[in-house]
């Protein structure tokens, strides 16, 4: 099991990184009690049911800062291959965070002001800071920007965390409301007009000679492949996780089909993760 130890400075975007490590395969937990560390990986090592595991533990815990050290000797006795993630960023920067949000630091009482509390955790958490195997600095980046940042960091490649879903659909039955794309094919021939094409469908390969070998089809899939290309980096550096694709036909039975299985194994070889289905092939 990979076990991600996340901790870091109150306010220094803890939250969004779990939300990133999620979209990358992980189980996460927040706000781990320091007490409950041991036993949890124990069950987890025990059922092999879960391979990768992030575990967010933070001074919001109480006793965080006296039972760290006896947490993190547990792990290495268990011979558990683990990494820390930390998370900071400047005083000024959490101090604003805390302001625009009105929400009380984790060590913010005893009358301490904002900027006291950030100063005292910064000071508790160096010897931690000191073990991290990842540091981010969140002071610059924007959200999109920091799941960027870690997801090259874990995947080498930040476009290997969205998920792609392309669907064929019939106009006539509804355009999927989930859509982020959405392609009309109507406009190219239609086999439904051939009595021997008409009861098959886009996964028969009769289709798949008709709709692909026509030189509408030709000229409509290159023009789409390069919008394509062009498009899903730019989804993917704005810190989009999924992106839905539609393909529509009139019945979403023929056309649609065969083309949104061309445009998953396209988006495939261009180095995506993507997924085809088809929401209307059985319906008359």
Excluded: W
């Excluded at 099991?1 to 939300?19: D, F, I, N």
């Amino acid at each position: 099991m990979e076990l991600m130890v996340v901790t870091g400075l109150s306010g220094a975007g803890k939250s969004t990184g779990v939300k990133v490590l999620e979209d990358i395969g992980y189980y996460c937990i927040d706000n781990m009690p320091v007490f409950l560390v041991s036993n949890f990986v124990e069950l987890c090592q025990q059922s092999n049911a879960l391979q990768k595991v992030a575990l967010v533990i933070d001074s919001r815990g109480s006793d965080f800062f006296d039972r760290l050290d006896e947490m993190l000797q547990i792990l290495r006795n268990q011979k558990l291959d683990y990494k820390i993630l930390y998370f900071e960023a400047s005083d000024e920067t959490l101090e604003h965070r805390y302001k625009e949000t009105r929400r009380n630091h984790p060590l913010q009482q005893d009358q301490k002001t904002i900027l006291q509390a950030i100063r005292e955790e910064r000071e508790l958490l160096i010897p931690l800071r000191r073990r991290a195997d990842y540091i981010i600095d969140s002071t610059l980046l924007t959200a999109a920007q920091l799941r960027e940042r870690m997801t090259t960091m874990f995947l080498g490649d930040s476009q290997g965390a969205m998920r792609i879903h392309v669907m064929s659909f019939g106009f006539k039955y509804g355009i999927p409301t989930d859509a982020d794309i959405v392609i009309d094919v109507r406009c190219l021939p239609n086999p439904y007009y051939v009595d021997e094409l008409r009861h098959l469908t886009g996964l028969d390969q009769p289709i798949i000679d008709f709709v692909m070998q026509k030189e509408e089809t030709v000229g409509f899939i290159s023009r789409f492949e390069a919008l394509l290309s062009y498009m899903i980096p730019l989804y993917c550096n704005e810190g989009k996780n999924s992106l839905q694709i539609a393909v529509g036909c009139t019945g979403g039975k023929h056309r649609s089909v065969a083309l949104a299985e061309h445009f998953c194994a396209f988006i495939g070889r261009d180095g995506h993760k993507a997924a085809v289905s088809h929401r209307d092939i059985h319906k008359n």
